[in-house]
């Protein structure tokens, strides 16, 4: 066999090979389209309630021929979409309204000092219209010291009202601040010295008095806040991607240009295009640019998606009209496609 058979065989393969991938992409297509339509047929009431009325009218009916076979299978089959679709929109509904809920939940370990833990659970929706996975966080109350025996029905009642939560496990990503938010919402209770019974009041009181309140509410309100800050600049990174056209990795398919080819491109028309666009961490604080003809800069988003600082650096040193640029008008990562592409 010779090299140009292998050849021919070669450019078979990889059409057949192309071709499948398409039609597998078609399937895929068609599949979402399915989804999309169900789900959009579903939601409306007067078709929810036509195909109910017809499931309770065909109810008492025997059928003896396959087609009556058939139409029971359906709907059976659209019964259970309905069903479905029912606990899907109850659900989506429960996530909207409510973003952040309590549950109690028991420590499975049978060791544990306090089983009795309270679960918070956190929902963040993603662009798109999807919800993240949820994020947890379980609560525990401090133990009380029962160490110093006392009688005065005070000094058990203050210990009462002082029980504190603690943070036992939680699902956070390492880098949103819980801990710091726990520290400043969250304060634990100063050791107290044990004396007699009357020394004993005395220093509970005066501990109460130095211990800040704990403030659950606002510790979940705060948490959520920062999670819900840190989906928001993902999905602006991933945004700018999808409008800019350029990734972390486009820059690297250049390594196999000569210089004489790179520098021919550097004078082109397109010398100021950006070719990479990256989050520099997980937290997505930080945003790294890089253009074509050399330059590297980097932008800061806040939370509440605006640039904070942007750092631009060429050939020439600092480049202070593209960071006048990047961090003028309204300073919105929405409207820094335009900005950019004045550069």
Same mark, same amino acid.
């Given at each position: 066999?010779?090299?140009?058979?292998?050849?021919?065989?070669?450019? /078979?393969?990889?059409? +057949?090979? =192309?071709?499948?991938?398409?039609? @597998?992409? $078609?399937?895929? !297509?068609? &599949?979402?389209?399915?989804?999309?339509? /169900?789900?959009?047929? +579903?939601? =409306?009431?007067?078709?929810?309630? @036509?195909? $109910?009325?017809? !499931?309770? &009218?065909?109810?008492?009916?025997?059928? /003896?021929?396959?087609?009556?076979?058939?139409?029971?299978?359906?709907?059976?089959?659209?019964?259970?979409?309905?069903?479905?679709?029912?606990?899907?929109?109850?659900?989506?509904?429960?996530?909207?309204?409510?973003?952040?809920?309590?549950?109690?939940?028991?420590?499975?370990?049978?060791?544990?000092?306090?089983?009795?833990?309270?679960?918070?659970?956190?929902?963040?929706?993603?662009?798109?219209?999807?919800?993240?996975?949820?994020?947890?966080?379980?609560?525990?109350?401090?133990?009380?010291?029962?160490?110093?025996?006392?009688?005065?029905?005070?000094?058990?009642?203050?210990?009462?009202?002082?029980?504190?939560?603690?943070?036992?496990?939680?699902?956070?990503?390492?880098?949103?601040?819980?801990?710091?938010?726990?520290?400043?919402?969250?304060?634990?209770?100063?050791?107290?010295?044990?004396?007699?019974?009357?020394?004993?009041?005395?220093?509970?009181?005066?501990?109460?008095?130095?211990?800040?309140?704990?403030?659950?509410?606002?510790?979940?309100?705060?948490?959520?806040?920062?999670?819900?800050?840190?989906?928001?600049?993902?999905?602006?990174?991933?945004?700018?991607?999808?409008?800019?056209?350029?990734?972390?990795?486009?820059?690297?398919?250049?390594?196999?240009?000569?210089?004489?080819?790179?520098?021919?491109?550097?004078?082109?028309?397109?010398?100021?295009?950006?070719?990479?666009?990256?989050?520099?961490?997980?937290?997505?604080?930080?945003?790294?640019?890089?253009?074509?003809?050399?330059?590297?800069?980097?932008?800061?988003?806040?939370?509440?998606?605006?640039?904070?600082?942007?750092?631009?650096?060429?050939?020439?040193?600092?480049?202070?009209?593209?960071?006048?640029?990047?961090?003028?008008?309204?300073?919105?990562?929405?409207?820094?496609?335009?900005?950019?592409?004045?550069?």
């Amino acid at each position: 066999m010779d090299s140009g058979t292998i050849a021919n065989i070669d450019n /078979s393969i990889e059409k +057949l090979d =192309s071709e499948i991938a398409k039609i @597998r992409q $078609e399937i895929n !297509n068609f &599949q979402n389209r399915r989804r999309l339509l /169900s789900a959009s047929l +579903l939601s =409306s009431d007067y078709v929810r309630q @036509r195909i $109910e009325q017809s !499931n309770s &009218q065909r109810d008492g009916v025997v059928a /003896s021929t396959s087609t009556a076979t058939v139409a029971r299978s359906v709907r059976e089959e659209v019964s259970s979409l309905l069903s479905n679709a029912h606990k899907h929109r109850e659900t989506n509904l429960h996530r909207l309204a409510f973003a952040t809920t309590s549950f109690p939940w028991k420590d499975p370990n049978p060791y544990s000092d306090c089983p009795n833990l309270l679960g918070i659970r956190i929902d963040v929706s993603e662009r798109g219209g999807t919800f993240a996975k949820p994020y947890y966080v379980l609560l525990r109350r401090e133990k009380e010291d029962n160490t110093t025996p006392t009688s005065s029905s005070s000094v058990q009642r203050q210990r009462r009202s002082m029980a504190l939560f603690s943070i036992y496990r939680h699902t956070i990503p390492a880098f949103i601040p819980i801990e710091k938010l726990a520290q400043r919402y969250l304060p634990q209770a100063r050791s107290i010295r044990k004396r007699g019974e009357a020394d004993d009041e005395i220093e509970m009181l005066k501990a109460k008095a130095k211990t800040r309140k704990q403030d659950l509410s606002t510790f979940v309100r705060q948490l959520r806040k920062e999670i819900a800050a840190w989906h928001v600049r993902r999905d602006s990174i991933s945004w700018l991607q999808e409008r800019t056209g350029v990734t972390s990795e486009n820059h690297d398919g250049d390594e196999g240009v000569s210089e004489q080819e790179e520098t021919e491109r550097q004078q082109n028309d397109h010398a100021t295009l950006l070719v990479s666009l990256a989050a520099t961490s997980l937290e997505c604080r930080y945003v790294r640019l890089e253009w074509r003809d050399g330059r590297v800069g980097r932008f800061k988003i806040s939370n509440a998606g605006l640039v904070e600082r942007a750092v631009v650096i060429g050939d020439k040193g600092r480049d202070k009209r593209t960071e006048t640029i990047l961090m003028g008008g309204d300073r919105r990562v929405e409207t820094l496609v335009g900005r950019l592409l004045s550069t």
